[in-house]
């Protein structure tokens, strides 16, 4: 399917586990972003990526651990979750060309009991 | 302070209402300013651009900014219960390698 995907679409964890949150996209754009969505915050980047092998901090960062080997795949890991990391995350990109114009995909709800 | 704010409502308008949406932004870098709007349950989408000030129209929506008050205005004519989402106020660099910064968002309902 063209576009960009995430999985899961519904993650529900305990505490202290290890979650990998999985986005790929079809369009061989060179940015890709992780955002966490809250009530009252909006969106909130954590980690954005430029190219493959280049990835970098982005506002609340602590906690995510990100990689990207292909263009195409940018893993989003909470290496031991706590339960402020109860959110939505979206996965997005953009093109060099079109840098204001972000694609996102569906959402992760991750729930950390 | 928070690069971009933005009310959050609830805004509950009727069927046919003009709607009039703002936020106001506090970096004076940004060069792009975007509205998203995101259903329920959904990603957020592009819905309309802007770049500097300036006003631009498409269709029933009109994306106005004030770069001199650091406004950011999107108007919708003839509301449509179709039009009901969150929308999303935003800004950017001009560097394609700016990130975009985004407000938190007003819950819009349009009621027939």
């Known amino acids: 399917d063209a576009g960009i995907t995430q999985s899961p679409r519904y993650k529900i964890t305990e505490t202290g586990r290890q979650v990998t949150l999985m986005c790929h996209q079809t369009?061989?754009?060179?940015?890709m972003f992780w955002y966490r969505q809250d009530l009252g915050h909006g969106l909130r980047l954590i980690y954005y990526?430029?190219?493959?092998?280049?990835?970098d901090k982005g506002e609340v960062p602590d906690g995510y651990v990100v990689s990207r080997s292909k263009t195409e795949n940018f893993p989003l890991t909470l290496e031991s979750a706590t339960r402020s990391q109860t959110s939505v995350y979206f996965c997005?990109?953009?093109?060099?060309?079109?840098?204001?114009?972000?694609?996102f995909g569906p959402g992760t709800r991750l729930t950390v009991t | 302070q928070k690069e971009v704010e933005q009310d959050p409502g609830p805004l509950s308008v009727p069927e046919g209402a003009i709607v009039s949406l703002n936020c106001t932004y506090s970096?004076?870098?940004?060069?792009?300013f975007m509205w998203y709007r995101q259903y329920s349950r959904k990603g957020p989408e592009l819905l309309m651009y802007?770049?500097?000030?300036g006003n631009k129209e498409d269709g029933r929506f009109t994306a106005q900014v004030d770069k001199s008050s650091k406004y950011i205005s999107l108007f919708i004519r003839d509301s449509q219960p179709s039009d009901s989402a969150t929308y999303l106020c935003?800004?950017?660099?001009?560097?394609?390698?700016?990130?975009?910064?985004f407000g938190s968002g007003t819950r819009l309902s349009i009621r027939p």
């Open positions: 997005a990109s953009s093109s060099p060309a079109g840098g204001y114009e972000q694609y």
């Open positions: 369009w061989s754009h060179s940015y």
């Open positions: 990526s430029a190219a493959a092998d280049i990835t």
């Open positions: 970096n004076s870098a940004f060069q792009y």
């Open positions: 802007t770049y500097s000030s």
């Open positions: 935003a800004g950017s660099g001009y560097s394609s390698a700016s990130k975009i910064i």
